[in-house]
T-cell receptor, first 115, second 111 residues
Framework: DAGVIQSPRHEVTEMGQEVTLRCKPI?????LFWYRQTMMRGLELLIY????????DSGMPEDRFSAKMPNASFSTLKIQPSEPRDSAVYFC?????????????FGPGTRLLVL | GENVEQHPSTLSVQEGDSAVIKCTYS??????FPWYKQELGKGPQLIID?????GEKKDQRIAVTLNKTAKHFSLHITETQPEDSAVYFC??????????FGQGTILTVHP
């Protein structure tokens, strides 16, 4: 299996622009997680999907952030408009059924820089 | 609350020495405690995990201990090698699989 796939790997954009991050979970996994990693705040869960349905979006910073999962093999995280403080590494992870004791498999991340 | 406290933030050891990283938590509802290793430019990867009905688990040079009464758990790496150099994160699991991570420990193993 190819593992969790994320694109792009790097993104540089200017403040105010729209940014779309993409994720393909491991085939057969029903749960998908978006995380953000920064030096100051560490690894934070932004949103969690189970069977394509958002279950917990309490970690989404504000209305500028939105996430969708139109089917079992694709999810997007969109930032509109982007701000310099959004600069971070964004990870997507997937697990089989989203139970507490299941391994979450992380993708390689998207490194976002907003100028 | 939800936080996981992880110490130390940096750890430097000589090759062959042991390394120990400790985490504490406050939510007694947690029953799952994984450890992740993150190498430069990569996503975190699970290296070992432990469930609350077990006090200790070992996998070759890596071991994890859990004290549920005291609400702390530790990662032990023996006979460290340069390739063990990475950032290590502890985490605790909640009801639906949400993971709350510690702040991370930068481990450097000097040859």
């Amino acid at each position: 299996d190819a593992g969790v796939i994320q694109s792009p790997r790097h993104e540089v954009t200017e403040m105010g622009q729209e940014v779309t991050l993409r994720c393909k979970p491991i085939s057969g996994h029903n749960s998908l997680f978006w995380y953000r990693q920064t030096m100051m705040r560490g690894l934070e869960l932004l949103i969690y999907f189970n069977n394509n349905v958002p279950i917990d979006d309490s970690g989404m910073p504000e209305d500028r952030f939105s996430a969708k999962m139109p089917n079992a093999s694709f999810s997007t995280l969109k930032i509109q408009p982007s701000e310099p403080r959004d600069s971070a590494v964004y990870f997507c992870a997937s697990s089989l059924d989203g139970r507490q004791e299941e391994t979450q498999y992380f993708g390689p991340g998207t490194r976002l820089l907003v100028l | 609350g939800e936080n996981v406290e992880q110490h130390p933030s940096t750890l430097s050891v000589q090759e062959g020495d042991s390394a120990v990283i400790k985490c504490t938590y406050s939510d007694s509802a947690s029953n799952y405690f994984p450890w992740y290793k993150q190498e430069l430019g990569k996503g975190p990867q699970l290296i070992i995990d432990i469930r609350s009905n077990v006090g200790e688990k070992k996998d070759q040079r890596i071991a994890v201990t859990l004290n549920k009464t005291a609400k702390h758990f530790s990662l032990h790496i023996t006979e460290t090698q340069p390739e063990d150099s990475a950032v290590y994160f502890c985490a605790r699991g909640t009801s639906y699989g949400k993971l709350t991570f510690g702040q991370g420990t930068i481990l450097t193993v000097h040859p």
